[in-house]
């Protein structure tokens, strides 16, 4: 058996910034990442569009509007001091029909309430300055926005826990954990590790470590696979930086936008397509196990029943690119069903709980010498030092005090 301080289940952006803000407190501390996969930022982190947040979204004094806006700043800094290519280029949020300029300028005064200075509301024909090829009658410019690849971020985290004399096993996925002694004991298919705290960072999988760990949890995660298009070289033109729909204030996703990644890459998506493998990339991927533990969940039954007609949509959008052009058209009207091919996807953990609420702030479930960090979608990466900092804190206090 192994021994360590702290043991973190998960190689993506959250638990690698997260051991990495341990060192920061203390770099005497003996600290094992255990990954199931070969390599860092493998499912979502490794999935993401790249954007960095400003913190527009989200309702002042939350999770999400907090660490996003802290983690901002500490994501640029970590980027300055490692070469890190990122790129500040600002983007639009558009209205294009008049229902949607009440929550247009809801999410205006939200980013001005979370200090997000320049961000400004502009008309339909200062929507042209920012994107000509845009069409909207109204919007809100936000300069803070950013693109940056954040599986280099990631990368750039893991070399210097290495360096630091930290260990990150691949290929140990996590089968149980033993709570019952002074220092829980973890046990892979290839080793076991003992340590005086663990925290979970295991993204779709983080109900499941939650539960092993002993944790009360009313949540389930559902997984919502996020299909991409990308512009042809020929029509990047149409598009200058980003550009996105005002939300629909009642469901967690941001709608089918364009964003422009670090590579000069357009990509136009995602949509929210139920998936039926927790890191069911496409349409085929398919586990009946994990298909039924989402569907015979009350929470669930309750979800599809309030949603059923938008997640009819968004099937329907998932089989038909003309449906997905038509969507695209309503924020660049020129756009045609030849500019786009098809690209990437990614898979949203998106926790749901018995009452069939999608719950929508970051979520961390604490437990004696466990934390679990159970609810971590977008803006977590922007957030990722941030979220990190906050743990690394609350696991000085409860196990080295």
Same mark, same amino acid.
């Given at each position: 058996?192994?021994?360590?301080?702290?043991?973190?289940?998960?190689?993506?952006?959250?638990?690698?910034?997260?051991?990495?803000?341990?060192?920061?407190?203390?770099?005497?501390?003996?600290?094992?990442?255990?990954?199931?996969?070969?390599?860092?930022?493998?499912?979502?982190?490794?999935?993401?569009?790249?954007?960095?947040?400003?913190?527009?979204?989200?309702?002042?004094?939350?999770?999400?509007?907090?660490?996003?806006?802290?983690?901002?700043?500490?994501?640029?800094?970590?980027?300055?001091?490692?070469?890190?290519?990122?790129?500040?280029?600002?983007?639009?949020?558009?209205?294009?029909?008049?229902?949607?300029?009440?929550?247009?300028?809801?999410?205006?005064?939200?980013?001005?309430?979370?200090?997000?200075?320049?961000?400004?509301?502009?008309?339909?024909?200062?929507?042209?300055?920012?994107?000509?090829?845009?069409?909207?009658?109204?919007?809100?410019?936000?300069?803070?926005?950013?693109?940056?690849?954040?599986?280099?971020?990631?990368?750039?985290?893991?070399?210097?826990?290495?360096?630091?004399?930290?260990?990150?096993?691949?290929?140990?996925?996590?089968?149980?954990?033993?709570?019952?002694?002074?220092?829980?004991?973890?046990?892979?298919?290839?080793?076991?590790?003992?340590?005086?705290?663990?925290?979970?960072?295991?993204?779709?999988?983080?109900?499941?470590?939650?539960?092993?760990?002993?944790?009360?949890?009313?949540?389930?995660?559902?997984?919502?696979?996020?299909?991409?298009?990308?512009?042809?070289?020929?029509?990047?033109?149409?598009?200058?930086?980003?550009?996105?729909?005002?939300?629909?204030?009642?469901?967690? &996703?941001?709608? $089918?936008?364009?964003?422009?990644? +670090?590579?000069?890459?357009?990509?136009?998506? =995602?949509? !929210?397509?139920?998936? /039926?493998?927790?890191?069911?990339?496409?349409?085929?991927?398919?586990?009946?196990?994990?298909?039924?533990?989402?569907?015979?969940?009350?929470?669930?039954?309750?979800?599809?029943?309030?949603?059923?007609?938008?997640?009819?949509?968004?099937?329907?959008?998932?089989?038909?690119?003309?449906?997905?052009?038509?969507?695209?058209?309503?924020?660049?009207?020129?756009?045609?069903?030849?500019?786009?091919?098809?690209?990437?996807?990614?898979?949203?953990?998106?926790?749901?709980?018995?009452?069939?609420?999608?719950?929508?702030? &970051?979520?961390? $479930?604490?437990?004696?010498?466990? +934390?679990?960090?159970?609810?971590?979608?977008? =803006?977590? !990466?922007?957030?990722? /030092?941030?979220?990190?900092?906050?743990?690394?804190?609350?696991?000085?206090?409860?196990?080295?005090?």
């Amino acid at each position: 058996m192994d021994n360590y301080d702290v043991t973190v289940i998960g190689a993506g952006i959250i638990g690698l910034a997260t051991a990495y803000k341990l060192l920061e407190f203390n770099p005497s501390m003996k600290i094992c990442i255990l990954e199931k996969e070969n390599g860092v930022a493998f499912h979502q982190t490794g999935h993401n569009s790249g954007v960095i947040h400003s913190g527009i979204y989200y309702k002042p004094g939350s999770l999400k509007a907090v660490n996003c806006i802290t983690g901002y700043n500490m994501l640029l800094e970590f980027c300055d001091e490692n070469n890190i290519p990122y790129d500040i280029c600002g983007k639009i949020i558009v209205a294009t029909q008049e229902k949607e300029i009440p929550p247009l300028k809801t999410l205006y005064e939200r980013g001005i309430a979370n200090g997000l200075s320049g961000t400004k509301l502009i008309s339909a024909d200062e929507i042209k300055e920012h994107e000509p090829e845009a069409a909207g009658i109204q919007g809100i410019y936000v300069p803070q926005t950013g693109i940056v690849d954040y599986k280099a971020v990631s990368e750039k985290i893991y070399e210097k826990l290495k360096s630091a004399g930290s260990e990150v096993r691949f290929g140990e996925e996590v089968i149980s954990i033993n709570s019952s002694d002074t220092e829980p004991v973890i046990a892979t298919r290839k080793n076991k590790y003992s340590s005086k705290a663990v925290i979970g960072c295991a993204g779709l999988y983080s109900d499941k470590i939650a539960q092993m760990t002993g944790s009360e949890t009313d949540f389930r995660i559902i997984p919502f696979r996020g299909e991409y298009y990308k512009l042809k070289d020929s029509a990047r033109h149409l598009v200058k930086n980003l550009i996105y729909p005002v939300p629909d204030p009642e469901f967690p &996703f941001l709608g $089918v936008h364009f964003t422009r990644r +670090i590579d000069g890459m357009i990509e136009a998506g =995602p949509n !929210a397509v139920l998936a /039926f493998k927790k890191e069911g990339y496409v349409k085929s991927d398919f586990s009946l196990s994990e298909t039924l533990n989402t569907l015979s969940y009350t929470g669930f039954h309750k979800v599809a029943a309030k949603y059923w007609k938008t997640g009819f949509y968004e099937f329907r959008r998932s089989f038909s690119k003309n449906e997905f052009v038509n969507s695209l058209q309503k924020l660049i009207p020129a756009i045609k069903s030849d500019d786009i091919e098809k690209g990437g996807s990614g898979v949203r953990a998106q926790a749901c709980d018995s009452g069939g609420k999608l719950i929508d702030d &970051f979520m961390f $479930v604490e437990n004696g010498n466990f +934390i679990n960090v159970c609810n971590a979608p977008s =803006p977590a !990466a922007t957030s990722c /030092f941030s979220i990190g900092k906050t743990i690394a804190e609350k696991i000085l206090k409860k196990c080295f005090d």
